[in-house]
Nanobody, 122 residues
Framework: QVQLVESGGGLVQAGGSLRLSCAAS????????MGWFRQAPEKEREFVAA????????YYGDSVKGRFTIFRDNAKNTVYLQMNSLKPEDTAVYYC???????????????WGQGTQVTVSS
């Protein structure tokens, strides 16, 4: 249905910022709800953020509220995750997910990208 490519990860010091991008190809990107997830070694996948197809409503996991912001640009077929005040516990591989509904996006039921590594040093 849709192909996703994440980018923007890297190595950053604690307190720094990164902006992740998820570029989509396929069809009707603007009709997909989008989600961000992360997974650290030996830990389960964790929900980070989600956004409706219109961009009018957003949701965040408790561990990132007040620090991360999700937004989208449908003209560019891209969803972003702005990460500020990064902590070492934010270190993980970050994945985006495109789904037919907000509920599906929050559950990770849609199409996945390959992920991008974020490493935060102390």
């Amino acid at each position: 249905q849709v192909q996703l490519v994440e980018s923007g990860g890297g190595l950053v010091q604690a307190g720094g910022s990164l902006r992740l991008s998820c570029a989509a190809s396929g069809r009707t990107f603007s009709r997909y709800a989008m989600g961000w997830f992360r997974q650290a070694p030996e830990k389960e996948r964790e929900f980070v953020a989600a956004i409706t197809w219109s961009g009018g409503d957003t949701y965040y996991g408790d561990s990132v509220k007040g620090r991360f912001t999700i937004f989208r640009d449908n003209a560019k077929n891209t969803v972003y995750l702005q990460m500020n005040s990064l902590k070492p516990e934010d270190t993980a591989v970050y994945y985006c997910n495109a789904a037919y509904s907000l509920v599906a996006a929050k559950n990770g039921d849609g199409s996945w990208g390959q992920g991008t590594q974020v490493t935060v040093s102390s």
